[in-house]
């Protein structure tokens, strides 16, 4: 159905008709219906807002009105019918814009709290008439009156403004001077609810208005013994001291003795707003109440706080005392452990000490026997032979260690000497490199050789040849190739170049090394005229250069009783592996 759905609107003229042509007997019952067309749509839409303006503009909103001032003990359905009705007006009222706002504002709605308030008076009465026995009817009566109580309140929520004319009814007054206990609940909270909804509206009341109100919520303190009045009564005033901060100084200069009053209401149920209602009492205003309210919040996690750490300090110094009893226990039995290893040993060594004095025994006896046995001419030969094999057993054990002391003294010298050579290999290598790039030409530098006369002659012969052979003219793309050719013939001679110099300076340094070991050795004498002078020309004092040469002549020799194909490649094979090869080691 659309909002403009003529359904609707037949539905609302429909009930109209049946209203204003029925009796007024039978209003209540045709007006209950309104309900179901309010179901009918959601609540808070546009279509929800239409449906109440037609309500109001065919005048059911004022038969509902009109038709709560009836008795309903004669009508069907009696107050329950009367509780709908009341439901039914303050959900009508709740979000409708009329046209005319006027009669709305100041006129039905102040009526419809007054006729909601007569109401709910009536019922209260009839529910205080009704005896205890008649329980399924008292629960009945209570039930229609919440919901009327509702109703007023949603109306109040509706319309803030409302509160002022509930509050200063006369009905309110009267309904709040009950002693019955279920109703006086009800108003109670409806009391602090409307407050809640209005927080001025305290401030706009007659003195002696609120003096009425209040004198009648402190009285049910004193004069109820009820926990759940007490409980009504004191969140009554918590609430309303919340929202209207002035009645706190009130409570505490027109109410004096209400702080010795409260005391009795102890242990009741409800401690929490007793003791929020006390402390209100004890600072006088709402601020000094905030602040014992901080104030003892901060108390109470600071003793929560301090209990914690308490109780984690003495966790830890459990913990540490039973670490500390561990580690005592742990050092004793490590202390027992190495006693008991000791005891063990120096039984092991008594036993020891035993065995041997009873094997030196044991042979003193043997050598006795045989001594016994023996000529006595061969006896002082044997004694002496013994004596000779003795010591010589002696001398062995005493040179393995001494042999086995020096041992680890002489791989430590080995593993220096080593380091050593591969040093001098490493730092020779360098040098070597070094050097060969000092003998290298610079490239602005001439090749050897070309020296000005013989450059003049090759100019001399380039321009001979160029007149004898003069160029072809050629186009610019075979000039592009010619060029490009002789660009790459350059570049392929100026990378080559600079190896062909470093092998032109190494076959020089070669050269003079032959040169100076051939004078070296023409010079040398013959073995028979060889002095110690002219050994120590051809002797190294340096135990690695001396091992390198013995090991250098090795390879040498085995390389002469080599096959010609075990010799290939040998200037470019590394001394490990020339080593492996031949089976040799150059230490």
């Known amino acids: 159905m659309t909002g403009n759905d003529p359904l609707e609107d037949r539905r609302v003229e429909d009930l109209a008709n049946q209203v204003a042509e029925t009796s007024d007997k039978n209003v209540p019952a045709l007006l209950l219906a309104i309900q179901e067309i309010l179901d009918s749509v959601v609540p808070g839409s546009h279509k929800a807002a239409k449906v109440k303006k037609d309500i109001w503009n065919y005048d059911l909103l004022q038969s509902v009105l009109l038709a709560l001032r009836q008795d309903f003990s004669l009508i069907q359905g009696k107050w329950n019918t009367a509780a ?36 709910s008076r009536n019922i209260q009465f009839r529910y205080m008439k009704i005896p205890e026995k008649t329980l399924t009817l008292k629960d009945d009566l209570i039930k229609d009156f919440k919901e009327a109580i509702e109703a007023l309140q949603w109306l109040i929520s509706g319309h803030v403004f409302l509160a002022i004319y509930v509050l200063r009814s006369n009905y309110l007054l009267q309904m709040l001077i009950t002693d019955d206990k279920e109703t006086g609940i009800v108003i109670l909270s409806m009391f602090q609810n409307a407050v809640r909804v209005n927080p001025e509206v305290l401030k706009t009341l007659d003195e002696k208005v609120v003096h009425s109100l209040l004198d009648e919520v402190i009285y049910k303190l004193s ?121 063990e040993q120096r039984e092991l060594q008594h036993q020891l000490l035993v065995s041997r004095r009873h094997a030196i025994r044991h042979t003193r006896q043997k050598q006795l026997d045989m001594i016994s046995a023996m000529a006595p001419g061969k006896v002082d030969k044997y004694l002496q032979m013994s004596q000779i094999a003795s010591a010589v057993k002696i001398q062995a054990l005493w040179r393995g260690i001494i042999e086995r002391r020096k041992l680890g003294l002489r791989k430590a010298t080995a593993h220096q000497v080593r380091a ?36 003049v002659d090759l100019q001399r012969e380039i321009d001979q040849h160029r007149e004898a052979h003069p160029p072809k003219p050629l186009s610019r793309e075979a000039q592009q190739e010619l060029h490009s050719e002789a660009q790459e013939i350059l570049g392929r001679y100026l990378s080559v170049r600079m190896a062909h110099r ?86």
């Open 420 to 455: 050593a050579i591969a040093i001098q290999r490493v730092v020779r290598r360098f040098l070597k490199r070094l050097e060969e790039k000092k003998r290298e030409p610079l490239l602005f530098q001439p090749p050897p050789g070309l020296t000005e006369e013989r450059r």
């Open 223 to 343: 004069a109820f013994t009820d926990p759940e009045i007490g409980a009504a009564a004191t969140r009554a005033l918590v609430n309303i001291s919340d929202v209207h901060q002035p009645l706190i100084r009130l409570l505490y200069t027109r109410y004096k003795g209400l702080r010795p009053l409260l005391s009795r209401w102890t242990g009741k149920g409800f401690g929490r707003d007793l003791k929020r209602l006390l402390a209100l009492l004890d600072s006088g205003t709402a601020q000094q109440a905030e602040m014992k309210r901080l104030h003892q919040a901060a108390r109470a996690i600071q003793a929560v706080w301090r209990g914690f750490r308490s109780r984690r300090q003495l966790r830890k110094a459990n913990n540490a005392f039973a670490r500390l009893q561990k580690g005592f226990r742990e050092k004793q039995e490590k202390r027992d452990l190495r006693a008991e290893k000791e005891k």
């Open 502 to 587: 470093k092998n032109y300076q190494r076959r020089e340094a070669l050269l003079a090394t032959l040169e100076t070991d051939v004078d070296l050795l023409s010079d040398a004498p013959k073995l028979h005229d060889l002095t110690e002078r002219d050994m120590h020309k051809f002797t190294s004092h340096s135990a690695p250069i001396a091992a390198k040469a013995l090991a250098n002549h090795k390879e040498q020799m085995v390389m002469l009783r080599q096959p010609w194909w075990k010799k290939l490649n040998a200037a470019e094979r590394t001394e490990e592996e020339v080593g492996e090869d031949y089976d040799f080691n150059v230490f």
């Open 84 to 119: 709908s009705l009341a439901r039914i007006l303050a959900h009508c009222a709740v979000g409708l814009e009329p046209t005319d706002t006027y009669e709305y504002h100041a006129i039905f709605l102040p009526e419809a709290a007054e006729r909601l308030l007569i109401l």
